[in-house]
């Protein structure tokens, strides 16, 4: 079965930054796009970044453009999420999800479980 496991996140303080890593099994992850969504207290869920299979076609919510950056490495089977100049705003949980077709996001199947990230001084 499809599983997303989410890590790296943790406090940091404004301006800081933090990498989170997602590391995917149960299905073909070379095959599909995937992206990051998060979910602040109290509100709904919101997609943050999106990348193509391929890696090549980033995507981003224009809440966090110019401060994160997606990534994947298809050899390791594992999405990456680097963001900086964080901002308390940006303080979610944040989970790692599987798109459902290989060239088009925010349409996705599957997520994990989430890691939390507090933006705090």
């Known amino acids: 079965q499809v599983q997303l496991v989410e890590s790296g996140g943790g406090l940091a303080q404004p301006g800081g930054s933090l990498r989170l890593s997602c590391v995917a099994s149960?299905?073909?992850?070379?095959?599909?796009?995937m992206s990051w969504v998060r979910q602040a207290p109290g509100k709904g869920l919101e997609w943050v970044a999106g990348?193509?299979?391929?890696?090549?076609?980033?995507y981003y919510a224009e809440f966090v453009k110019g401060r994160f950056t997606i990534s994947r490495d298809n050899d390791k089977n594992t999405l990456y999420l680097q963001m900086d100049s964080l901002k308390p705003e940006d303080t979610a949980l944040y989970f790692c999800?599987?798109?459902?077709?290989?060239?088009?996001?925010?349409?996705?199947?599957?997520r994990g479980r989430g890691t939390q990230v507090t933006v705090s001084s």
């Open positions: 149960g299905f073909t992850f070379s095959n599909y796009a």
């Open positions: 999800a599987k798109e459902k077709f290989s060239d088009y996001v925010n349409d996705y199947d599957y």
């Open positions: 990348l193509f299979r391929v890696g090549s076609d980033e």
